[in-house]
């Protein structure tokens, strides 16, 4: 189980950094979106995958119980990442519209020509 | 109206946990939770986290009341400072203060922990917002406090409070997105053209950086265990878990990209030129400073003896930074770029004191990130008030400065020099420190340590003197300007320079705690005690 977790894992980093290397915004962020969801996996796969219950409190304590933090580990970060996310199609968005390119390559208004300073005083 | 306060009080009290307690049975917590009450100064831990956050969300529910969000935010922030003076009161008698979260016991729960070199560091994030609030209402226009300015500023000191404070890795990586998230909301406000372009590049690139935090913890939790940071330490020291290098390479790639250390520089000047000034202040003086500030708690403390693999790495990492970095400012005709190089610059030398991998240059880093705090906040401010009293800042329109207003002019020399770690400012002692430490280390990290320092020193005294002569000194062409109105503004620098000076002078303020602080990095053993040692 944890191999095929771990080949899913590695598949999923190809495809996001693969992604990440093209020039246009929408495909990084696809990118980082299918970068995130690696991590969650990779983070659910840390935690030792069994075929067990879901721990619920009580007095049951033999039970092989699912390791749970990795659970609350995955939450937070899907949480952040659907944030983040959502945060960046807008910005990406936003950019379109006021830069009239996607292409980060052609994103250059932060990072103009250098001027020639004078050269005396 | 009485009876139904009493109403509600009876049943907050029955929700309560103790009420709670009292009812259920006989599970016996006392292994996994704290029973007794927290010591009343360690809630000092959490004040300089909660208090912004509280403000951030208040100033939110108040954001159609413009007019108070300034005046409110002051409050927040002097009391902030005002707890983090306690704090680090309290941590220097005490030592490391910990505090756990639900009163769940670590290593089960989050725990906020801070030793020396955490309270000094939010005493100084605490004190910059301050003095940048300062700054910051006059530099912001009616629409973005409606859009809540003050709200994402105070939540930009909660987070960076919070990665300074907190003793749990995956905390810490939540931390650094609150503080992100902030930033980005900073960074977009105003929605000019050039700020869409910056935030894309900043917005992308520190997320990449931030997950690639996320799958060194993940992968630091698949080995050893725990999230707790003094759990870890303690995992990692003992011999048979040697953790892979993969993991700690990760934890370099992600933190020196957060710090905007040569080769991954790139992101830092391309955006933070673009915000309002006072936000870009912001960002340049403590952003970056959390990267190299994981770097030291986690490759130093937390990896120990195993993660000084990594340290000649970033000691290389560190002297390409500073020399290029101060290059990369030399090339630089537009004065906020290149400010924003020197912050890149910075961040190298305070890499090389990591490097050096001695307590030495360590103390010396902590001294040098504190320093550099200061300076580049202070940087980018003088610049955006000369700015605002001549239009526009480039190396090649000369602007005349001087002769509007000489103290911006002087104060501009002032950070300038500081940055550059001529005496009597700040920058001299960590400086010193560091080529001190870099000579006391031997080999061939010294002298390229000691070479590095000093030649970033020059090459920025170098940037510093060329902007001052064209920008400043050199009388304007065309007719004159007239001169904007600055008191309010000059306000804020004069106290930024009066601290710069100050820790010039008195350096021992800081390097006793940062030597207290690299100590405590180098030898944890009260920072394990105070978080491990509540179980018995």
Wanted: net charge neutral.
């Amino acid at each position: 189980m944890e191999t095929i977790f771990c080949v899913l894992v590695g598949i999923f980093f190809a495809a996001g950094i693969y992604l990440m290397l093209s020039p246009r915004f929408v495909r990084i962020l696809l990118g980082i979106s299918i970068f995130g969801n690696a991590v969650n996996l990779l983070i659910f796969t840390t935690g030792r995958l069994t075929e067990a219950a879901p721990p619920v409190l009580g007095s049951a304590a033999a039970w092989r119980a699912a390791n749970p933090l990795p659970q609350a580990l995955i939450l937070t970060a899907i949480v952040i990442a659907f944030s983040f996310f959502a945060f960046l199609l807008v910005l990406a968005y936003r950019a379109y519209e006021s830069l009239d390119t996607d292409d980060v390559d052609e994103m250059r208004l932060a990072e103009p020509k250098p001027v020639r300073p004078p050269l005396g005083y | 109206m009485v009876p139904r306060f009493a109403f509600l009080l009876a049943g907050l009290f029955a929700l309560s946990p103790s009420a709670a307690l009292a009812a259920s049975d006989a599970v016996d917590k006392a292994d996994a939770m704290l029973t007794g009450a927290t010591p009343l100064f360690a809630w000092l831990v959490v004040v300089p986290i909660v208090l912004p956050l509280l403000g951030a969300g208040v100033l939110l529910a108040l954001r159609s009341k413009p007019q108070i969000q300034a005046g409110a935010t002051l409050f927040i922030l002097a009391l902030t400072t005002l707890g983090a003076i306690g704090l680090n009161a309290a941590v220097a008698i005490n030592g490391p203060i910990m505090m756990a979260m639900g009163n769940w016991l670590p290593p089960f729960g989050i725990v906020v922990t801070i030793d020396q070199l955490g309270a000094l560091l939010v005493l100084v994030t605490s004190l910059v917002g301050l003095i940048g609030l300062g700054y910051a209402r006059f530099d912001t226009d009616e629409d973005s406090v409606q859009f809540g300015f003050y709200s994402f500023y105070l939540l930009l000191i909660t987070g960076v409070n919070g990665s300074f404070s907190t003793g749990d890795i995956f905390n810490l990586y939540v931390w650094f997105e609150v503080f992100l998230i902030a930033s980005f909301g900073l960074l977009i406000m105003g929605g000019r053209r050039i700020q869409m372009d910056g935030a894309v590049k900043y917005g992308v690139l520190n997320l990449i950086a931030t997950t690639i935090f996320l799958i060194a913890v993940a992968a630091l939790y698949g080995v050893t265990g725990t999230l707790n940071m003094a759990d870890i330490r303690t995992v990692l020291a003992s011999a048979d878990v040697a953790p892979p290098m993969a993991i700690g390479a990760l934890f370099v790639l992600g933190f020196v990209m957060k710090a905007a250390a040569f080769p991954l520089h790139f992101w830092l000047p391309a955006s933070y030129h673009t915000p309002r000034i006072v936000v870009a202040a912001l960002f340049a003086g403590l952003l970056t400073k959390v990267g190299v500030y994981a770097l030291l708690r986690i490759v130093v403390m937390l990896f120990g003896t195993a993660g000084s693999v990594f340290l000649p790495l970033i000691g290389v990492l560190g002297v390409l930074t500073a020399v290029l970095g101060a290059l990369g400012a030399l090339a630089q005709t537009d004065l906020r770029r290149m400010a924003a190089f020197l912050v890149v610059s910075g961040i190298g030398v305070a890499l090389i004191g990591i490097g050096l991998g001695s307590e030495a240059g360590y103390a010396g880093a902590i001294v040098y990130m504190v320093h550099s705090i200061f300076a580049m906040t202070a940087l980018f401010l003088v610049i955006g008030l000369c700015e605002r009293l001549t239009g526009s800042l480039s190396l090649a329109m000369p602007g005349g400065i001087y002769t509007v207003n000489g103290l911006a002019a002087a104060l501009f020399l002032i950070f300038g020099f500081a940055a550059a770690g001529l005496p009597p400012f700040s920058g001299f002692w960590p400086k010193l420190m560091l080529i001190q430490a870099s000579l006391a280390t031997g080999g061939t990290m010294a002298i390229a340590g000691a070479v590095g320092v000093i030649l970033s020193g020059f090459l920025t005294t170098i940037v510093i003197g060329r902007a001052w002569a064209l920008t400043f000194l050199k009388p304007a062409e065309g007719p004159e300007r007239p001169a904007g109105d600055a008191a309010g503004l000059s306000a804020p620098l004069v106290l930024l320079a009066a601290i710069i000076i100050g820790l010039g002078i008195v350096p021992m303020l800081v390097i006793a705690p940062a030597e207290e602080g690299a100590r405590g990095l180098i030898d944890p053993s009260s920072y394990i005690e105070t978080v491990l040692g509540q179980e018995g």
